[in-house]
């Protein structure tokens, strides 16, 4: 899901790319167009196993390699494409302790374990109760936040990895709330990239498949190891009128 704290005057060419990473965790790398009147917090929420601990989330810095979604597409090679090709991304109790915030780049990001935990953050970057209450699965669903500028300025990735509750699964937040409304349908306008172990493919068998390992249009040197040179990657465009969810993909 990427819903925001306030209100946004749209948001546009989001871009995620996931992969499991060890020990049953995943790798997530986020990116999109966005335009505010005022400073937002952006709210990612992850299947991380129940009661997770505040250090379970590990930002991982992109910032140097602000086109890491435009190197991915270039694996996929088709004057036709509906994904972007070679442009640039757009760059009365006691108070409760507050939680950790990690400078990501040129972002401020930190890693809410549950819902519970919204209350340490700077009031700014809270979700209303209602978008809570509207959305269930979520209760017990651990969150990455990342406070935005306001303008329309340029997004460098946002990555991390995570623990998931299902190691047997990819987890795309895609279920998206930009006006503080949770609606059936939404307007998509998302490119999806994976990446899975050799006998999980065929659970991506509708993707379209890279012609050549990434290692051929990915720079593995400014990845931070996000991304397996030696796999190759699948490929989903997410576009128009859709119902409004999240996509898990079932590895095993």
Known sequence: MCCFSGHVDHVTRTRIFARP????????????????????????????????????????????YEYFFVDLERGF?????????????????????????????????????????????????????ATFDALPRYRDYGFAVFQLR???????????????????????PTVHIHDGVVHERAGFDHVLYAQAERDTRPALGEWRESERPASAFVDLNHAAGIVAGDAHVHRSVLRGDLINRDTLIALA
């Open 150 to 172: 306001a303008g329309e300025p340029k997004v460098h990735p946002m990555a991390f990895s995570f623990p998931r509750r299902d190691p047997g699964a990819l987890f795309f």
């Open 21 to 64: 990473d060890a020990d049953g965790r995943q790798f997530l790398v986020y990116q999109m167009n966005y335009k505010a009147k005022e400073p937002v917090a952006m709210v990612l929420p992850l299947p991380t196993p129940a009661a997770s601990p505040e250090d379970a989330l590990r930002f991982i810095d992109l910032h140097g």
């Open 77 to 129: 090679p088709d004057p036709d494409a509906t994904a972007w090709r070679g442009v640039a991304p757009a760059t009365a109790a006691a108070a409760p302790v507050p939680l950790a915030v990690v400078e990501v780049g040129a972002f401020v990001a930190s890693f809410v374990p549950t819902r519970a935990d919204f209350t340490r953050l700077d009031a700014r970057f809270r979700l209303p109760d």
